[in-house]
Structures are given as structure tokens and as C-alpha cells.
């Protein structure tokens, strides 16, 4: 089951790094995924002449889906998190298995991004007095669609529960 | 009055009626986001007026930050009572993407980037056009300056700043000749930062960083540095005790803080001196029509005075035609000439008789320099002091 674009360019990436981490380890240790996205952001923005514009970018975006994934992922899982960089895009992967209890919902949501809704999605999370149920961190996720501009591909093999979330950072935002 | 999280600090200065954010603001439990929340509102409840939230030095937030924040919005505007101001940093992405969402939520919010005209000359100095002028300006400076930096303090093995670095040739230089153990630079200009790391490259030198900054609210660690520097740059600015609080919190107790700054008057060229005289005068008011204070040099004592530093010393750094070859010296003045009369003669749409007194006085300074016999000099002030150990 797929949601949005989920082809890779046709070119070879500039640039890549792959990480491999226990979802537990994210979810017991909560201030690991801001420790996580501040490594990778600093060793991808390395390369950007605006370097702290990017690294500031791209932690953020790591960060809210790392803060997404600790919530979706059962625990004894792995996270594979791995960025490339294209001409114009950078891609952001995290693979993982998705919780039953939460595969429907998660996948709705990722469709409505897709929907012409998402500046009133976007206020209604922010402004929401109470955390959706289940909260898998929506709000973190339509920040960044609604700031960043990014988009979100998502690819779901049912059988067995894996999930493929696709983030595409378009350049032009690290570049401003 | 202070709120400590596990990496983020909210502190309230009353005289500003402003609470700062700083460190990581990335909240990971509901216990966290309340006290957030109660400690917004307990400040809220303290004031009239606006209430300025400053998150100049606030290197990150995550969704749940920015839902106590969106729920103190929406508390500030069922109260009436008290507007807010929202003040962003343009070097950091989030800031400038998240913040500005919270106007939406009520009209009682405004909503700024503090170093958005940063300073009234900013488009022109952080351009890359400026650069040639900075290095020409390092060419003759570096050899003077390389002594009395010393005498001011900085040393073998240091770990040192410099703020408002420019195109790093100078904290490149004093790398490669004086062997601190770490020099960062940082400059809010994205050309000169990009420039500087290019250098770096091209020279080899090894423990140095450069990095975009806002000087009047950095994002480092307090008593961090043996040495910081803030070399001819305060002078562009409306407010440089705001630079200079910098300085002082980023360097360690018993660490030394070196500024140095212009004086226009001191300028000398002979035999021509009345013209080359009415020329830096007139420049002098043109840079403070567009905010410049380019006699800000027999300030900076008194500035590091009020900053309660200790140990106060002051140099001048004199350029001349003795300990300086002439072309070099003449390559500074027709950067100036140029920047003076073109640059920021255009911004202020000088009239073509102002632009042509203002280009004699320059062509006189230049002859003084050319001529064998002639004398020219250029001036600025140094000043350091020492943070108190037990500030």
C-alpha cells in the first residue's frame, strides 16, 4: 500500500548515510531522538554552504519523525534511517515495523496530508486542547508540511507490518 | 525569576518585560509542557502592557514546545490584558517557520525577526562585495595588530572566539602564527561565513570553525572561551553594549575581552591634510546617517568599563607609510573611496558636488600615500579587559 511518489531519482544520490538504531532504545531514552537528529543533521549539513540554516532544517525534520516513529514502533523493532541527497532533494527514510493498533490511523493521516486541507489540519492539531488518541505526533508531522514544504511518502507492506516513510526536503528550503 | 528544564532555560528580565528561551526546547512529557505552560502564565500574570518572548537563542523546538506555546497564546488572548511580542533569530530555520503561525491564532500577537535590518548598514557590509575591502583592510592591519593582540592576551593553546569574524582571514592568521588550540569565528554575514570556510580550506588550518551567528544573542556555551574577540565591527551597530554582554557571558571568568574600533579623526595624510580632513569628517557623517559610528574607537574603554571588566588596556594599532608598503596602504584607501562614495554615497543619493568633494579628499589621501615624501596613517583603537573570576 503506497501513499504519494515513493520512486527514488534516477540518478545517483550526491551524498548518502544509512543508521540502523533499536526502537527501544528511542523509546526509553526519549532525548535520544533529539541526539539522533542533531548527528545527522550536522553530518549532512556539512557539506551545504548555508550550513547552520540546514542543520537546524534538517534536525528539526529528523526529529519530529524519530519523535513519530518512538511512538508507532513496537518495542524489540529496528529504525533503519537513511538520507540521500539529489539534484534539488534530499530524501529522508526511516523503515520500520508500524504497531497494529495504530496501522490504520497512521495511514489515514498520512493520506490526508495529501488532501487541500492542510492549513485547517494544521491549526486544529496546534490548537487542539487535548493529544489526539492514539498520538503518534501529528502536530511535529503537519509543522512540517505546513512549514518546510516537505512532502511524505509512505509504503506499507501488510503482511508483515513494515512501514517506509519518505520525507522529501526540497533544496530550495535549505537554500533560501 | 527562572524556569530550568532538562536542556532549556526560560528567564524573565523585567526590564524589557521579555522572557529569553534558550538551549533545546525539544519537551519530552506532559509534566514538562505544563510546567512550561504555568511558568508563561505565572510571568503573564506579573505585567501590563506586551510581553516580549525572545527566542533568539533558542536552537530548537519539537511539537510539543510549540503546543504550550500555542496554548499560552490562546490563554494571553482569552486574558485581553497583555500583548504578546514574539521575537525570532533569522539564523535559525524553525524560528522563522514555526513563530510566525502563532499571529494566526490572535491579533494581539506580533511577530518579529530581530536581525531582519539588523543594523542600518547590513545589506551592504554582509554582502560578498564587501569582502575585497575587509581583506585589503587585514593586508596592512594583521602586521601591527599581531603584537598587540598578544599584549592583550591571547596566548599559545587558548581556545578563542572571534565574533563578528568577517571573512575569517584573521582568526585564520592568528591560528596558523599564535597556536591557540581552537579560534571560531562567526559572522552573521552567510557570504563571509561561506567565504571564510573557503579560506580555511585553502590555507590548511586545521581547529578553526566558522559558523552564521547573531552576535547579540550567540549560541554558546556561558565561560566557554580564554580569549574573545570583536575586531572593528561595533561600529556598525545602534546598540554594541548588546555585542559586548555577549562577549562577556561566552568568555570564561579571568578570560579577556578584545575589542578595537575606529576614530576617523585619526586618520593622517600629508601634505594634503585639510582636504583629506573634510573628507573623512563628511565620511564619518554619511556612515552615521546610515547608522555607523566611525569614531566608536574612543568609546570602547568605557564600554568594557560599564561591562564591570577589569584590568582595562587600550593600544592604537597604527598603519603608516613607514611600517606599511605604500600600495598596500593605497589599495585600503580606494576600498574605501569606493564603498564611501559609490556605495553608500548611492544609498544616500549623495549629490554628484558631495561626491566629488568626497572623491578629492580620498585622491589627496592617495596622493599623500603615493608621493615618497608624503605620510599617511591609519588608526584604531584596541581595548581588553579581564571578566571579574567571581563576576
Not at chain 2, 22 to 29: S, V
Not at chain 2, 176 to 192: K, M, Q, T, Y
Not at chain 2, 255 to 280: N, S
Amino acid at each position: 500500500m503506497d501513499i504519494g511518489e515513493f520512486a527514488l531519482p534516477a540518478a545517483d544520490p550526491l551524498f548518502m548515510i544509512d543508521l540502523s538504531v533499536q526502537a527501544e532504545d528511542l523509546q526509553a531514552n526519549w532525548g535520544r531522538c533529539n541526539m539522533l537528529a542533531n548527528y545527522l543533521a550536522e553530518y549532512v549539513a556539512y557539506q551545504f554552504s548555508e550550513r547552520e540554516w540546514a542543520e537546524n532544517l534538517i534536525s528539526t525534520v529528523t526529529n519530529e519523525f524519530l519523535e513519530a516513529v518512538a511512538q508507532t514502533a513496537p518495542p524489540g523493532t529496528a529504525l533503519a534511517l537513511s538520507c540521500r541527497q539529489y539534484d534539488g532533494l534530499i530524501l529522508l527514510d526511516l523503515a520500520h515495523a508500524l504497531r497494529p493498533d495504530v496501522v490504520v490511523l497512521y495511514m489515514t493521516f498520512l493520506s490526508s496530508l495529501y488532501g487541500s486541507t492542510i492549513d485547517s489540519l494544521y491549526f486544529a492539531h496546534l490548537t487542539a486542547a487535548e493529544r489526539p488518541t492514539p498520538a503518534f505526533n501529528q502536530l511535529g508531522i503537519l509543522m512540517l508540511v505546513h512549514d518546510f514544504h516537505v512532502r511524505v511518502a509512505a509504503r506499507l507492506e501488510p503482511p508483515t507490518g513494515q512501514i517506509a516513510v519518505r520525507i522529501s526536503i526540497p533544496t530550495q528550503e535549505i537554500t533560501p | 525569576m527562572k524556569h530550568v528544564g532538562p536542556t532549556y532555560r526560560l528567564s524573565y528580565d523585567a526590564l524589557d518585560q521579555q522572557i529569553s528561551f534558550e538551549g533545546t526546547l525539544r519537551i519530552t512529557d506532559a509534566d514538562d509542557a505544563a510546567a512550561v505552560l504555568a511558568y508563561l502564565i505565572a510571568i503573564h500574570g506579573q505585567i501590563q502592557g506586551t510581553l516580549r518572548l525572545s527566542f533568539r537563542r533558542l536552537r530548537y523546538i519539537n511539537a510539543e514546545g510549540m503546543r504550550a506555546l500555542s496554548q499560552f497564546v490562546a490563554f494571553a488572548r482569552d486574558r485581553a490584558t497583555v500583548n504578546l511580542k514574539i521575537i525570532a533569530s533569522g539564523v535559525l530555520a524553525w524560528s522563522v517557520r514555526f513563530l510566525p503561525n502563532l499571529r494566526a491564532l490572535w491579533d494581539g500577537v506580533e511577530f518579529i525577526v530581530h536581525d531582519d535590518g539588523f543594523y542600518g548598514s547590513q545589506a551592504i557590509i554582509e554582502d560578498l562585495d564587501f569582502v575585497p575591502l575587509l581583506r585589503n583592510q587585514t593586508r596592512i592591519l594583521w602586521p601591527q595588530e599581531r603584537a598587540v593582540i598578544q599584549r592583550h592576551g591571547l596566548a599559545r593553546g587558548m581556545r578563542v572566539a572571534d565574533i563578528c569574524c568577517g571573512c575569517g582571514d584573521v582568526p585564520l592568521l592568528a591560528m596558523r602564527e599564535l597556536g591557540p588550540s581552537f579560534i571560531l569565528g562567526v559572522d552573521h554575514s552567510e557570504a563571509a561565513v561561506e567565504y571564510a570556510r573557503g579560506l580555511q580550506a585553502e590555507f590548511q588550518v586545521r581547529n578553526a570553525e566558522f559558523q552564521r551567528g547573531d552576535a547579540t544573542a550567540l549560541l554558546l556555551e556561558d565561560n566557554s572561551f580564554d580569549f574573545v574577540s570583536c575586531r572593528l565591527s561595533l561600529q556598525i551597530f545602534s546598540q554594541p553594549e548588546q555585542i559586548v554582554r555577549e562577549l562577556v557571558r561566552i568568555t570564561r571568568p579571568g578570560g579577556r575581552i578584545y575589542i578595537t574600533g575606529e576614530d576617523y579623526d585619526l586618520i593622517l595624510g600629508h601634505p594634503e591634510q585639510e582636504p583629506i580632513r573634510a573628507t573623512y569628517q563628511a565620511a564619518a557623517s554619511y556612515g552615521a546617517a546610515m547608522g555607523m559610528d566611525l569614531r566608536n574607537g574612543r568609546r570602547l574603554s568605557g564600554l568594557l568599563a560599564d561591562s564591570r571588566l577589569e584590568d582595562i588596556r587600550a593600544d592604537h594599532i597604527v598603519a603608516d607609510t613607514v611600517n606599511t608598503e605604500r600600495e598596500a596602504f593605497a589599495a585600503v584607501i580606494e576600498s574605501w573611496r569606493d564603498f564611501s562614495a559609490f556605495t553608500i554615497g548611492s544609498r544616500l543619493d549623495l549629490s554628484e558636488p558631495d561626491r566629488a568633494t568626497l572623491l578629492a579628499g580620498y585622491d589627496a589621501h592617495l596622493r599623500s600615500i603615493r608621493w615618497p615624501q608624503g605620510y599617511a596613517s591609519w588608526t584604531v583603537i584596541a581595548c581588553s579587559g579581564r571578566k571579574p573570576a567571581n563576576p
